[in-house]
């Protein structure tokens, strides 16, 4: 009953159950945290806005992104995957949503910035339905915990259009 | 010498019922492990409720090793979600975040377009032959949380498979030495 092997075990499954409680603590700690995150992104120029041999549209903008996101990080926070998405409607499809722009923000001091570019990704409608569409332009995070649950939500500004014409 | 036979058969009676009831408490360990696989999978509503993410195509948010607990709910499938999917005719579940989504107005039918946060291109070089976008029967799941560094046990027994026999046959030595 007091040999090698038990003790062992016995050490080994307490300091598991022991590290498996302490992470679900660490997790549950962080619904502690009310966040107030705030963005602003203003379309620069529409650089591109043509229609694909295929028929699909392609549009290449310049934006400037700047938010604060530093109410977001608590000490369980690893990082902040966020991501700029277009969301618009279309005849065939009830919801498109392209991403346009992504980041990750490790440290806390790196939440609050802004940033002049130009979408990362390829914004390719499927069809050719953007001329004169209206868009929302959506800032998306994601809250990638040391340990535990991930959660994510985003602010939606409105009020953005595409050109009537191709340029 | 009568009592001689009699110690002896009462030795050996002692000794069969010892072996089957190791034998009732391993099928026991084996069997409610079992249980609380398919429990999972159903609570869970995924075919594979937790999985090991297997390369660094994450990084610096999942590394290789960390495991993942997946959910999938009727929810549809939104931009920015990390999802765990399947390419026909590859057997490797692989874990990426979606860019991309169009949504049918009609039928609620999604195609979904996804990319690893390390990668530099989208998955279509993944993805099948001619197939540009994934539909949701691909998707076995959405990653909602994370343990870090727990998945190594998985990656070494599967790449090492040795080591996998040489633990199965030190715990079976361990059940059949035991004295209770």
């Known amino acids: 009953m007091h040999s090698f092997g038990y003790r062992l075990n016995g050490l080994l499954t307490f300091s598991l159950t022991i590290l498996t409680i302490m992470c679900a603590i660490a997790s549950l700690s962080d619904n502690l945290n009310t966040p107030s995150p705030s963005a602003e992104i203003q379309i620069i120029n529409i650089n591109r806005f043509q229609k694909q041999p295929q028929g699909n549209d392609e549009v290449s903008l310049t934006m400037n992104i700047s938010a604060d996101l530093q109410s977001l990080f608590t000490w369980n926070t690893k990082q902040l995957f966020i991501f700029v998405a277009a969301e618009y409607e279309t005849p065939k499809n009830s919801l498109n949503q392209v991403s346009l722009w992504d980041a990750i923000i490790i440290a806390k001091e790196h939440a609050k910035f802004w940033i002049h570019t130009s979408n990362k990704y390829r914004f390719v409608d499927q069809g050719n339905n953007l001329r004169g569409k209206e868009f929302n332009l959506t800032l998306h995070w994601h809250v990638m915990p040391k340990t535990g649950k991930m959660f994510a939500d985003k602010i939606v500004l409105t009020g953005y259009s595409f050109p009537e014409e191709y340029r | ?180």
């Not at chain 2, 107005?105 to 946060?117: A, I, P, Y």
């Not at chain 2, 994934?134 to 343990?147: E, K, P, S, T």
């Open chain 2, 1 to 180: 010498m009568g009592w001689i036979g009699d110690t002896l058969d009462s030795v050996k009676s002692i000794q069969i019922r010892q072996l089957l009831t190791q034998a009732v408490s391993l099928g026991m360990i084996v069997t409610s492990a079992l249980i609380i696989w398919k429990g999972l999978m159903c609570v869970t509503g995924s075919e594979s409720p937790v999985v090991v993410v297997l390369s660094g195509s994450m990084e610096p948010g999942f590394k290789r090793g960390d495991i993942l607990f997946l959910h999938m709910s009727k929810d549809p499938i939104r931009a920015g979600e990390i999802v765990v999917f399947n390419i026909d005719g590859r057997e490797i579940p692989i874990v990426h975040r979606v860019i991309k989504v169009h949504e049918r107005q009609d039928t609620g039918e999604v195609d979904v377009l996804t990319k690893g946060d390390n990668n530099y291109g989208d998955d279509r070089l993944l993805y099948a032959q001619g197939q540009l976008y994934l539909q949701r029967h691909h998707i076995m799941g959405r990653a909602v949380g994370f343990l870090p560094y727990v998945g190594w046990v998985t990656i070494i027994m599967t790449e090492k498979p040795i080591i996998k026999y040489i633990l199965i046959g030190a715990l079976g030595l361990l059940v059949i030495t035991s004295k209770d």
